[in-house]
């Protein structure tokens, strides 16, 4: 059971260090998923290998979970038994107790399937967060091969409504105190016979300060009450003549908010846009609040196409809900028919089994590049959601399609392909994508999930960045849930991004430094051994992806400036689009 050969082994944390213990300890798939969300196994030890890095992650305990549920057992057929030793240490004792196991703290591990649970019993005096470490010693009689675990945990503790009530009382009469008036204690002996009539004062002293204290608080209640009245008085007359205003201009508001250009809701723009965004009212009554979200069907209903005009053809891409086809959109009279009027789409949709709240999610994505016209921007330019059959949101048809496919094409050795592309070619792409995210911010869009998967491109290399509507369905293996129920590119991200869910210009330029790896390497995966759960350690410690096979030094520091942990130290994209030009044509003279 000693700890030997370090050798790194990929589990459900990320490495770990082999130390042999003979034994099973794990949170089986039903207890992690009731803690963090996340439908699978949780191994401290599996087949007697220690997994350092599950130890080494703080556990957070939610104020409403009061145990956790250990499965375990001894992987022993014979003699000797496995023996176990546990202790606990607490931050705060004020906020929590020491936990209390279902077991003995000492014993013999068992040798069949076995579970056992651990309380933690929070006072309720105080809110605190109380760091818990559950200490378990594995031992086969012998001192020099004890393998020591430490279980770190984090449990929120929040106080009672008992605790609470006195605390209230406390800080009640502590504001009495420092009402009364100061007493004079200067005579401190009192002698037998002046002892009743010192009492006596004593008490007359006390309902006296009472009294002034009550009648202070009384006035004080009083006048709030009155101040209170005066202002919920103006506040209705002031209501009142707004509501009179906004029924007025209540249609000419909406109208004006229609013809702006729709950005995401959930994207977040920085102080500059806040400046040059917010509406400037020189006069008349503040603005109307804001409204909700518009339904992205009513968006979509703009660009409305009648079902039946569109032809489905062969299927290019399939999910687990999601589907993309090749399609036409038939001409609507017989004349245009005969001038081949006929137009090839390529068409989104979502099958039968689709839940509701994927649909809207589909919609609502698709709506990004509503309205936006640009060469390397690839915009919706038709929908059908007017019926209860599955929508479909159309674009231009792309001869090549999805540029991730395209490249994992390219890859002759691999799939046999006649394509080959040059490194002058994958610049050229590049430069493609610096010039459609330049134009998005300036209109004061983030994409936040900028990579190949999320590009098409045509048979003379034409690139345009899309939407990510579907792209988690399609491709599932880049997008990871991190215990929140929200899949997001993670290996894309940078660290502000990852941790603090901050997007900026800067984060887009990160993911731009992601996506020319890609492009470099033919569509590897980046961060490939890297266990998601990993990533943000694994940044904040400043390792980068490794340089790919046949990429320029050039290119390749470009990247890694893209890279920086400070937003502030990443190059802009119009630094990146003369650096990228430059490198092209210099390219180009070698040829």
């Not at 869009?445 to 098409?456: P, W």
Request: aromatic share 10%.
């Amino acid at each position: 059971m000693k700890c030997s050969v370090v050798i790194p082994v990929l589990t459900f944390l990320g490495f770990v260090t082999i130390c042999k213990t003979d034994l099973d300890l794990y949170l089986d798939a039903h207890e992690t998923y009731r803690l963090l969300g996340v439908n699978a196994e949780l191994y401290y030890v599996r087949k007697g290998i220690i997994n350092n890095y599950a130890l080494s992650f703080v556990f957070p305990i939610h104020p409403d979970v009061q145990e956790i549920v250990f499965t375990w057992r001894s992987l022993r057929q014979g003699p000797p038994d496995i023996y176990y030793n546990m202790s606990f240490e607490v931050s705060n004792p004020r906020a929590m107790l020491i936990p209390v196991a279902n077991i003995s703290n000492t014993g013999k591990v068992p040798n069949s399937l076995s579970v056992f649970s651990i309380t933690f019993p929070c006072t309720g005096k105080v809110s605190a967060d109380v760091e818990v470490v559950i200490q378990m010693n594995i031992s086969i009689f012998s001192a020099s091969n004890i393998s020591v675990l430490n279980f770190k945990r984090k449990k929120t503790c929040l106080m009672d409504s008992r605790y609470q009530k006195i605390l209230r009382n406390k800080l009640y009469y502590n504001k009495i105190q420092t009402l009364s008036p100061p007493v004079n204690l200067t005579q401190n002996h009192v002698t037998v016979d002046g002892a009743a009539t010192n009492v006596k004062m004593s008490t007359k002293i006390f309902y006296i300060t009472v009294g002034c204290a009550c009648a202070v608080i009384i006035l004080i209640a009083m006048a709030v009450a009155i101040y209170y009245l005066n202002t919920q008085k103006g506040n209705n007359r002031g209501y009142s003549e707004r509501i009179k205003y906004y029924d007025s201009t209540s249609s000419q508001q909406l109208t004006k908010q229609q013809s702006q250009s729709f950005l995401r809701s959930e994207t977040p723009v920085d102080n500059s846009f806040k400046a040059s965004s917010v509406r400037n009212y020189s006069s008349g009554p503040s603005p109307i609040p804001e409204c909700f979200p518009p339904d992205p069907r009513e968006i979509l209903a703009e660009v409305a196409i009648d079902r039946r005009r569109i032809s489905l053809g062969e299927i290019q891409m399939e999910g687990t809900f999601g589907r993309i086809y090749h399609g036409t959109i038939l001409s609507e009279s017989e004349s245009e028919t005969e001038l081949g009027a006929d137009q090839g789409i390529i068409v989104k949709t979502v099958s039968d089994q689709a839940r509701p709240d994927q649909v809207h999610l589909f919609l609502t994505e698709s709506c990004m590049m509503m309205g936006i016209v640009h060469q390397n921007i690839y915009p919706v330019i038709g929908a059908c959601t007017d019926s209860t059959q599955p929508p479909f949101v159309i674009y231009p048809y792309s001869s090549e399609g999805n540029l991730k496919k395209f490249l994992l094409k390219c890859r002759v050795s691999e799939t046999g392909s006649h394509y080959s592309l040059s490194t002058q070619q994958l610049v050229y792409l590049a430069i493609q994508i610096v010039k459609a995210i330049q134009f998005l911010h300036r209109k004061r869009i983030l994409h936040k999930d900028l990579a190949t998967r999320n590009c098409v491109i045509d048979n003379d290399l034409q690139l345009k960045v899309t939407d990510n509507s579907l792209s988690r369905d399609l491709f599932p293996s880049d997008y990871h849930c991190l215990g929140d129920n929200e899949n997001r590119p993670v290996k894309w991200l940078p660290l502000e991004a990852l941790v603090e869910r901050r997007f900026s210009m800067a984060s887009d330029v990160w993911s731009f430094g992601v996506t020319l790896w890609e492009l470099m390497s033919l569509a590897q995966q980046p961060y490939s051994e890297i266990d998601s759960f990993e990533m943000a350690a694994y940044l904040k410690e400043g390792y980068r992806i490794a340089h790919p096979i046949n990429c320029p030094d050039e290119l390749y520091s470009m990247m890694s400036g893209c890279w920086a942990r400070n937003p502030d130290e990443r190059p802009k994209f119009s630094q990146l689009l003369v650096y990228l030009q430059n490198f092209y044509e210099a390219l180009g003279q070698y040829i």
